[in-house]
């Protein structure tokens, strides 16, 4: 067998987690990558790869194997993109996964990279939830918070801060809080991805950090149904100050506690580990980056 194709079958293997999620990855079956796999043991004369019933895992020779591998596919990779120019000029197919708060500040950066290169396409998506971006053949994808997985790169783009709010219903209703350890006793609307969990996380005037376990009738991944249950006066909520600062200005929602802070956050663009980044990426996030700047008050007018 091919000893390249030997290579990219075990690493794609070990970066996927499994057999079948590699064939996917490469267009091949599942029996034709464990074939490539046997191969290239058979030709070393020793094992790789421990298989079990529910998972793949690394011996010890074979975790030494694979960094030496993934070095050298990089490598290889890097020479392709030089031999055909691919570093200089952006090209193919952009894929992007983005939180659906920052459609608003993402949507500008790709009209202005596909007006700026011909030679690009941009397949966008949204949602909440993070995705596999290795198995699902992400480029990049834009989140509120950094990611749980430690393996990717993470480029900070701009900070950014909750904005704990409710109506003047809610107010009229339960009276106003007057302490931060208050908000335990309301009925408090929490979004799935906070970091925190259920402990609300601030900075009194002085910088010194607090906090309050809440509790409440409401968590959902969704900004939006949050911000209507604040307006509708069912809830407090800690919002994205982006999210909400025409429902303040307005008058519509009252920013409770203004003397707490809450801890800044960062949106970030996620990108897997990779020796090379191509022009299409690069070109990208350096694009977001320069945008996200110039954006920064708009992101984050509570600062």
Same mark, same amino acid.
């Given at each position: 067998?091919?000893?390249?194709?030997?290579?990219?079958?075990?690493?794609?293997?070990?970066?996927?987690?499994?057999?079948?999620?590699?064939?996917?990855?490469?267009?091949?079956?599942?029996?034709?990558?464990?074939?490539?796999?046997?191969?290239?043991?058979?030709?070393?004369?020793?094992?790789?790869?421990?298989?079990?019933?529910?998972?793949?895992?690394?011996?010890?020779?074979?975790?030494?194997?694979?960094?030496?591998?993934?070095?050298?596919?990089?490598?290889?990779?890097?020479?392709?993109?030089?031999?055909?120019?691919?570093?200089?000029?952006?090209?193919?197919?952009?894929?992007?996964?983005?939180?659906?708060?920052?459609?608003?500040?993402?949507?500008?950066?790709? +009209?202005?990279? &596909?007006? #700026?290169?011909?030679?690009?396409?941009? /397949? =966008?998506?949204? $949602?909440?939830?993070?995705?596999? *971006?290795?198995?699902?053949?992400?480029?990049?994808?834009?989140?509120?918070?950094?990611?749980?997985?430690?393996?990717?790169?993470?480029?900070?783009?701009?900070?950014?801060?909750?904005?704990?709010?409710?109506?003047?219903?809610?107010?009229?209703?339960?009276?106003?809080?007057?302490?931060?350890?208050?908000?335990?006793?309301?009925?408090?609307?929490?979004?799935?991805?906070?970091?925190?969990?259920?402990?609300?996380?601030?900075?009194?005037?002085?910088?010194?950090?607090?906090?309050?376990?809440?509790?409440?009738?409401?968590?959902?991944?969704?900004?939006?149904?949050?911000?209507?249950?604040?307006?509708?006066?069912? +809830?407090?909520? &800690?919002? #994205?100050?982006?999210?909400?600062?025409? /429902? =303040?200005?307005? $008058?519509?929602?009252?920013?409770? *506690?203004?003397?707490?802070?809450?801890?800044?956050?960062?949106?970030?663009?996620?990108?897997?580990?990779?020796?090379?980044?191509?022009?299409?990426?690069?070109?990208?996030?350096?694009?977001?980056?320069?945008?996200?700047?110039?954006?920064?008050?708009?992101?984050?007018?509570?600062?």
């Amino acid at each position: 067998m091919d000893r390249f194709t030997s290579l990219t079958a075990f690493v794609r293997v070990v970066e996927n987690g499994g057999f079948s999620a590699a064939a996917r990855r490469l267009n091949m079956s599942t029996t034709m990558v464990s074939n490539h796999v046997q191969a290239l043991e058979d030709r070393l004369g020793v094992r790789l790869l421990n298989r079990t019933t529910r998972k793949v895992s690394l011996t010890e020779i074979g975790q030494a194997y694979y960094d030496r591998s993934t070095q050298i596919l990089a490598d290889l990779e890097q020479a392709d993109d030089i031999a055909g120019a691919l570093q200089s000029t952006p090209r193919g197919t952009l894929r992007v996964h983005t939180a659906t708060h920052m459609v608003p500040f993402v949507a500008p950066v790709v +009209a202005e990279f &596909l007006s #700026a290169y011909s030679e690009v396409k941009v /397949d =966008l998506r949204m $949602g909440e939830a993070n995705v596999d *971006l290795i198995e699902e053949g992400y480029d990049i994808a834009l989140r509120m918070t950094s990611p749980p997985d430690s393996s990717l790169i993470v480029r900070s783009l701009a900070t950014w801060r909750h904005v704990l709010c409710c109506s003047h219903d809610y107010l009229d209703k339960h009276g106003r809080v007057q302490q931060l350890d208050e908000l335990a006793g309301h009925n408090c609307g929490r979004h799935l991805n906070y970091p925190f969990g259920d402990e609300w996380r601030f900075l009194d005037r002085k910088g010194t950090p607090a906090s309050v376990r809440i509790s409440g009738s409401l968590i959902t991944n969704s900004g939006e149904a949050l911000r209507e249950v604040a307006l509708a006066g069912a +809830a407090v909520c &800690l919002m #994205a100050g982006f999210l909400i600062s025409d /429902d =303040l200005e307005a $008058g519509r929602l009252v920013r409770l *506690l203004p003397e707490y802070r809450t801890v800044e956050l960062s949106m970030n663009a996620v990108y897997p580990h990779r020796h090379h980044l191509s022009a299409k990426v690069r070109t990208f996030l350096d694009m977001l980056v320069h945008h996200s700047a110039e954006q920064q008050k708009l992101i984050n007018p509570y600062s």
